[in-house]
């Protein structure tokens, strides 16, 4: 078997998310098409986490496992990707791994961000990734609630069922 880890950026306006589905487009699913067509014989991915319809990543990674060694070296492998990939979707990094390497546990921390504006209007281009308020903000109001996200938080709600994480309490830091 043969193992690499990807780093994937993508945007995921018109996906039902990163993971697999079967009657639904998902980042994933285009990912998995782009390198079978590299690759030849089984090959599999694994995500380290899954994103909701329409959710965008700047950093995602993904272990690939095949029973066949990519047929060139992996900078080439990663110009061929990109070549193949939906213009959505753009491979940053690939390189060999462990197989033992798993993306959503061996992660050493996992960030979400969100932004918004409040402009009188919004750019056309900044609408997919921006959420704008029109209306002036009460920031100390914000500054307020923000700090009660500061602690530690169990965040089990937000596992599987059977999940084989060792703990669901978090620490956030201040903002």
Do not use: W
Not at 58 to 79: A, C, Y
Not at 124 to 131: L, M, T, Y
Not at 148 to 163: A, E, K
């Amino acid at each position: 078997m043969h193992y690499y880890k990807a780093i994937i950026r993508y945007d995921g306006t018109g996906y039902a998310g990163f993971q697999y589905q079967k009657d639904a487009p998902t980042v994933q699913n285009e990912f998995n098409q782009a390198i079978k067509t590299i690759i030849e014989g089984k090959v599999t991915t694994m995500g380290a986490s899954r994103t909701d319809t329409g959710v965008h990543a700047m950093e995602q990674v993904v272990k690939i496992t095949s029973l066949l060694p990519v047929p060139f070296e992996e900078s080439s492998l990663l110009v061929n990707l990109n070549k193949i990939l939906p213009s959505q979707i753009r491979c940053l990094d690939i390189i060999p791994c462990n197989g033992d390497f798993k993306p959503a546990s061996d992660s050493q921390s996992k960030e979400y961000r969100y932004y918004f504006t409040n402009k009188k209007s919004a750019l056309i281009e900044e609408r997919r990734f921006i959420a704008n308020f029109s209306h002036p903000l009460n920031l100390n109001l914000m500054n307020n609630c923000t700090q009660q996200l500061i602690g530690t938080h169990n965040f089990g709600h937000f596992c599987s069922s059977g999940s084989n994480v060792k703990s669901t309490n978090q620490s956030t830091h201040n903002f």
